[in-house]
């Protein structure tokens, strides 16, 4: 069934979903980015403007260099939400890397995931420079060091081509996509049997909360909740839709079963 599954899924998913290795950026995955009919909320909530509130003065994220959140008119809002969104993950990424309690000692530093990412950017430097020498003020190599920085950066937050217009979405690399229930964007869907599944006939509501694993369906259980308020309602209108991504909803059962099956050891 594995290897059955495997051939459709390659056949059928595997230009989305199997990792495809960057142009740009070296150990990474090219994930392409692409409208597939699923719940639009988010990524309209995104294209949004807020007050950047705490983070006015701050600086905005990639791929901008050097520019900082401006404070915004009384009557208006100037700040995207998907920059503030990148800067709050930004500042906790830094906030992990320079917490007191991960510089204890050389061991600490070395096993941190952000010093670890951070030393992969370094290798790229000119052989011999240290971030220290490059960044110091009046330094004529400080150009030279935010150029490359914004050349590394350029392709990370690309704009959507135009035959991907409308609400488009990551397509995720789906290893370890057995242990990531609900699925799609919002959650909307409980397990990988109900994606395969017309959107139509997909549950309108479920229990969520439980980590009673479903090893057939490959979800979590759905029939209880520890919480009291713990049942999901679909609805679209709120962005807890759970149309689209119809993809292998036209397979036999025995086909979704042989991919199911392939997706549970990837």
């Not at 998913?13 to 980015?33: I, M, R, Y």
């Not at 009919?37 to 701050?58: E, L």
Request: charged residues 20%; glycine residues 8%; neutral net charge.
């Amino acid at each position: 069934m594995v290897a059955k599954g495997k051939s459709l899924f390659d056949a059928s998913c595997g230009k989305c979903h199997n990792p495809q290795p960057s142009k740009t950026a070296p150990n990474a995955w090219e994930t392409p980015v692409r409208p597939v009919g699923t719940d639009s909320r988010m990524a309209s909530n995104a294209k949004q403007k807020s007050d950047p509130g705490m983070f006015t003065g701050a600086v905005l994220p990639p791929p901008s260099i050097g520019a900082r959140y401006p404070a915004c008119p009384a009557t208006s809002d100037c700040a995207l939400n998907v920059d503030l969104l990148a800067s709050s993950v930004v500042g906790g990424m830094l906030a992990n890397a320079f917490n007191p309690a991960t510089l204890t000692s050389h061991e600490k530093i070395r096993q941190n995931g952000v010093f670890r990412a951070l030393g992969r950017d370094l290798e790229s430097l000119p052989h011999g420079e240290k971030v220290e020498d490059l960044t110091a003020p009046g330094v004529s190599h400080l150009d030279d060091l935010k150029a490359m920085i914004k050349d590394r950066l350029s392709n990370m937050y690309k704009s959507q081509p135009p035959e991907a217009a409308g609400a488009a979405y990551e397509a995720r690399v789906l290893q370890g996509i057995w242990a990531t229930a609900p699925y799609l964007h919002n959650g909307s869907v409980p397990n990988l049997w109900e994606l395969l599944t017309p959107p139509a006939q997909r549950k309108s509501s479920f229990m969520v909360g439980n980590r009673l694993f479903d090893p057939k369906n490959v979800g979590y259980s759905t029939e209880t909740s520890p919480f009291k308020s713990g049942n999901f309602v679909v609805d679209p209108n709120n962005g807890n839709g759970n149309g689209g991504h119809t993809f292998g909803t036209d397979w036999t059962d025995e086909q979704k079963w042989q991919v199911i099956e392939y997706m549970k050891q990837m």
